[in-house]
């Protein structure tokens, strides 16, 4: 290979392919590792993830002249339309796996954890064990959710590219989503698996495991039902996202969604099903939304909390009434029975 000419043979970029991937895919051609790839491309002591985050003018231009490929082209495998703050979420390798790419193929949509489906065939992204989100949740089931998920998604899309994305920002919406609203407590029987009264004893550890209790589970129960219980807790706010598995990154786009869609609405269901503790985060994570969602979120928890006082006083009283009634019927009947 000489110094500084066009490299003889060079791949073309898959569609929506990382500057990463599409080295990985060149290196071995030349036999060489990605790094000494990287330097011959004119870049030595550049890391390739670095550079696929962003390539400057120069560098993108040294890349072309060495490759043959369009300033653009190369430009394209970066993530340049990404703001900084975006950066913690892009996994090295892809996050899932489409059915029908190849294996060391990474597209960028792949990296990003509110994507659920292959860009460029459509078909639903599958975890490390080979399981979609249908499988998970049922086909129905999911379907209904993918519209809430896609609402998220799309937030998320303009929080990451730095675009206007009215009153409530994607990071304030997973500190609420992520807030711990309850004390954590082990696995409740609807958690458990069936287990015989010796597993009982033999996986007590398990059975007495403290779970974070987070307002995930309220906004969306469908995940708080079939979540394996010990993986059920996510990471805090956008770490939450960064880190989560395929099915904790859609529960967090559907509860996006759905907050994004309503957050009056859910931010009063959260808080009240919070035990006194886990209200006072709540509220704090509440405290980062604009003035006039908090103003409406106050009024309809006082009214709620009002109503539900007057609903549990209207039963104690109608219990009352039932007991007193009771007491005049035995009353009568005893003195029917000495009369
Ligand atoms: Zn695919």
């Known amino acids: 290979m000489t110094e500084c000419g066009r490299l003889p043979v060079v791949y073309a970029p898959e569609a929506d392919e990382r500057l990463s991937s599409w080295a990985a895919r060149m290196a071995p051609f030349y036999a060489m590792t990605v790094s000494e790839f990287v330097a011959a491309l004119g870049l030595k002591g550049h890391d390739v993830f670095d550079l696929e985050w962003r390539l400057s003018e120069g560098q993108g231009a040294l890349i072309a002249a060495r490759t043959g490929l369009s300033p653009e082209a190369v430009q394209a495998m970066t993530f340049r339309e990404l703001g900084a703050a975006a950066r913690m979420m892009i996994a090295r390798k892809n996050r899932s796996a489409c059915p ?42 999911f ?36 807030a711990r609203h309850r004390r954590a407590s082990p696995p409740n029987v609807d958690e458990q698996p069936r287990m015989s009264l010796k597993d009982r004893r033999n996986y007590h550890d398990f059975l007495t495991t403290p779970i974070l209790r987070q307002a995930l589970t309220v906004v969306v129960p469908e995940y708080d039902q079939v979540a394996p219980v010990l993986a059920k807790p996510v990471r805090p706010g956008l770490h939450a ?99």
């Open 100 to 141: 029908h790419c190849p294996e060391d193929l990474h597209r960028k949509a792949a990296a990003q954890p509110w994507r659920f489906r292959c860009k460029v065939h459509g078909v639903e992204f599958r975890d490390a064990t080979g399981e979609t989100l249908s499988d998970r949740f049922g086909a129905d089931c």
């Open 143 to 178: 379907k209904k959710l993918e519209g809430h998920a896609e609402a998220g998604a799309a937030h998320l899309d303009a929080w990451a590219c730095g675009a206007g994305q009215g009153d409530l920002k994607a990071p304030e919406v997973l500190q609420v989503l992520t």
């Open 241 to 339: 996202l960064a880190q989560g598995s395929l099915l904790q990154c859609f529960a967090l786009a559907v509860g996006a969604g759905r907050i994004i869609e309503d957050p009056v609405k859910w931010a009063v269901s959260v808080m009240l099903m919070s035990d006194a503790e886990g209200q006072g985060r709540v509220r704090q994570a509440i405290d980062a939304w604009p003035l006039s969602l908090r103003r409406s979120i106050s009024a309809r928890f006082w009214r709620a909390e009002r109503d539900e006082r007057a609903r549990q006083s209207a039963e104690k009283a109608a219990r009352q009434r039932q007991s007193h009634k009771y007491r005049l019927i035995q009353s009568h009947k005893y003195r029917y029975r000495i009369s």
